[in-house]
């Protein structure tokens, strides 16, 4: 085996081989968010080349004795395996399995064509223009249906897995070439699988600008955790705005709302986070969290239908208690109000993301698209009408602008305004 945890690599160099079947190079992703690297791999049977698979690798350190942070990332890679062992679903990329080799192992998993949310929230900010209500609500029921699955999966004895996800946000969904939504990681899954090595950080695993209060408070999580991410998705994916950036408000506005006791939870759980990796705006994320109102969720969901307004505020409930209480119900809703629209499938939201990239077409040259993105082509067609939400951006403070450095491709997130992923002129992979 080649070990991947020692550059370079070129295309084509076979990292292992399994059996009559090898996995060849063919690029680099980066670090992952337990310290692995993930790559791409084209498969190679006698059949000939295959599919392109993503590996999470780490390799045995060399004449060392294994440190407490390479056990804990290798615990966590198999538990993700056997996890994914009850996520078979075609709304969830698929787990392979784990190979392990002499100098180390690599989790290999299905890889997704398409495109993000994350991707598709920068090209709607280069066009000037958000995603139709009806995109919004197909995207929101089908993730909706694929989290209904596994917040109610049992084991082998029927007993509740209490599966959450703990990591919803735009760049862990994303849209094929056929209209398909699908969740793309579980890796950082909250669950009572037998064995699991328990995780009790006062911080979330996952995207902090997508977190729950009471994951960002250190509060018990569940199925309505991963409901109010979701929600943060939908909402900003609709309007371009976030909740955790309130643009109407100073920082001094947000402190005034704070009672003596919220405070005090905030100061908590900003000093129990420390020396915990977090970005370096995630006390002002504690903060707002602990402080928005209604009143903010209603003026972040302006311009929406007060349908689509409603299940959102219901969504963005600080108190878990006052949410849906499960994905179904969620889904159902959101069906509900789609079916009262004119009829929307997959494939018209597979032509109004074209419709999008084309009215971006001179500005996607500064769109940073991570390198496992891609499958969806920018057509050649008349987008002079099209039956859109029209939203302008909120002015935004920065906060996001920090949360791109040392994360996985699949985490950069994007702040709409002028220059928030410009990252050199480069062709964007769509």
Known sequence: MVQPSNPPLSSGVVLFTQGDTSYEFFRDLGVGRLGERVLLALVRTPQGLGDCVVLKCISLPQGEELSEGFQLT?????????????????????????VEMTHGLCVVMENLEGLSLNTLLSVAQAGGRYFSESFVLYVGAEVAAALDYAHTRTDEAGLPLGIVNRDVNPGRIRLGPRGEVRITDFGVALSRLTGRVATSFPRPLGEVLYAAPEALLGDALDARTDLFSLGLTLLEFATGRHLYDPGHLLAEGVEARLSREERERVLAASVASLGLNLPPFAEDIIRCAMSYRSVDVERAAEGLSV????????????????????ASELEGLLCARLAQLPPYSGEDAVKEIQQALAEAENQLWDIEVPDDEGGIAVPMFDTSHLDVISTEPAPRRGARKSSTTARHPDEVTTAPGAGSRQAGRRQPNV
């Open 74 to 98: 290798r615990t966590r890679l198999e538990e993700e395996v056997r996890l994914a062992r009850y996520l078979q679903h075609p709304r969830i990329a698929r787990v392979h399995g784990l």
């Open 307 to 326: 349908s689509l307004r409603d299940i959102l505020h219901t969504l963005l409930r600080p108190e878990p208690s006052e949410r849906f209480a499960t």
